[in-house]
């Protein structure tokens, strides 16, 4: 809940780090990407995409997921 609850800046500097954009980035475009990129705006498009997944799990009333070795257990 505290997750939906933040700005969109807010979320990208708790939960995104850039490593995580620039490693995005390198496996959507290998190519395109050769040196170390500036990953700001993918952090961003990142977190906005992980915010907006929390935010549709919680209307839908999923408050608590729970992954133990690679199965997911959620309660409403």
Do not use: C, H, W, Y
Request: hydrophobic letters at 45%.
């Amino acid at each position: 809940m505290a997750g939906v609850a933040k700005s969109l800046d807010e979320f990208v500097e708790q939960n995104i780090s850039d490593n995580e954009a620039r490693d995005l980035l390198v496996d959507r475009l290998p190519n395109f990407f050769r040196t170390p990129v500036k990953a700001k705006r993918q952090r961003v498009r990142l977190a906005s995409s992980r915010q907006q997944l929390l935010a549709t799990m919680v209307l839908m009333g999923i408050n608590r997921i729970v992954v133990t070795k690679g199965r997911i257990s959620a309660k409403t």
